[in-house]
């Protein structure tokens, strides 16, 4: 697992900088701004390299609000010329991890919209540049599973940005919302990674949620509980009986083998690993008693450095 990536920011304007992204960035009709969000993407780049990183991710906000407001083809192809430039400038032993989302902050059209057009962009890019999947980041009811098994197959699937969503965007806990999703991805996951003839790397695992009603550290614990249990569940999927059932045409039984995977409860065998990995068996309840919090606040006041809170 990689838990390194770097992420440019070229959907906020930034104090010092001369032109504005409020039109695009690396999409934008002029080729200054476009430079410049080239130029910021290349030094994040450079501050990577000298931390440690080999990744990096490209999130843009750019689109276009009402039609005929922009170009679709010649936004799409601009986009596409400055990935590239971006993909030359990182180490050979990076990856770039092209990030997809249907709407917001534009509503009419995005030039990254779906994992299609992301893929089409990382083809373009070359063999390090993959699709990265945000699970907020779809229209209501799409099937997520799908797209990571299509990925998978085709060896493109470069990470993820777990979260839960009611509605849209909503980078909701992992798990509180569609654990049932969640359990049917981790499920392609598994399959994938084990049928991974097209030599799909291992995905990079992120949480990309963000809450102001509750302690993050808390929020990040239920996250990765939730992570933990719908991997459990997936590898306890019986694929010798489900392709059986499958090449039998028996519904009946596909549906049945998934839900009694879904439907067995792993929390004591999670446990157990955290046992013998000398880990506290309740997390959550350990940091609470030990008030790990309240320590930590305590630290950071003292030493006057950020402790990652
Ligand atoms: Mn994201």
């Known amino acids: 697992m990689v838990f390194d990536a770097m992420n440019s920011n070229t959907f906020q304007d930034q104090p010092l900088q001369k032109y504005s992204y409020k039109f695009g960035s690396l999409s934008h009709i002029s080729k200054d701004t476009r430079d410049q969000a080239v130029a ?9 390299t000298e931390l440690g990183s080999e990744s990096l991710t490209v999130w843009l906000a750019d689109g276009s609000n009402f039609p005929g407001q922009t170009n679709f083809k010649n936004a799409l192809q601009r986009t596409q010329d400055s ?30 919209q779906d994992w299609g057009t992301s893929y089409l ?17 779809h229209l209501p009811n799409t099937n997520i599973e799908n797209i ?4 998978m ?57 963000s809450h102001n009603v509750k302690d993050p550290l808390e929020d990040l614990m239920q996250s990765l509980e939730a992570i933990m249990i719908a991997y459990a569940q997936a ?21 049945e083998i998934l839900q009694d995977a879904f439907r067995t409860d792993v929390r004591s065998l999670i446990k157990e690993s955290r046992r013998l990995s000398g880990g506290a068996l309740d997390p959550l309840g350990t940091y609470r008693e030990l008030n790990i919090r309240k320590q930590l606040i305590t630290q950071r006041g003292r030493s006057g450095r950020a402790t990652g809170l």
């Open 40 to 48: 910021h993407n290349k030094d994040v780049i450079k501050i990577g």
């Open 83 to 112: 990935l590239i430039e971006i993909y030359e400038a990182m180490p050979a032993n990076w990856k770039m991890f092209i990030e997809y989302k249907p709407y917001e902050p534009n509503f009419y059209h995005t030039v990254i």
């Open 121 to 137: 962009l990382a083809n373009g890019c070359g063999g390090n540049a993959f699709t990265l999947v945000d699970l907020g980041h």
């Open 148 to 151: 990571v098994s299509t990925l």
């Open 153 to 209: 197959y085709k060896g493109k699937l470069g990470g993820f940005h777990f979260n839960d969503s009611k509605y849209g965007d909503d980078d909701l806990t992992v798990g509180s919302i569609k654990p049932y999703q969640l359990f049917l991805i981790f499920n392609e996951l598994v399959y994938g990674m084990n049928n991974n003839t097209n030599h799909n790397p291992n995905p990079t695992w992120m949480i990309d949620a």
């Open 235 to 255: 590898l306890l999927v019986d694929h010798k009986k489900l392709v059986e059932a499958q090449q039998s045409n028996d519904v009946v039984m596909c549906q």
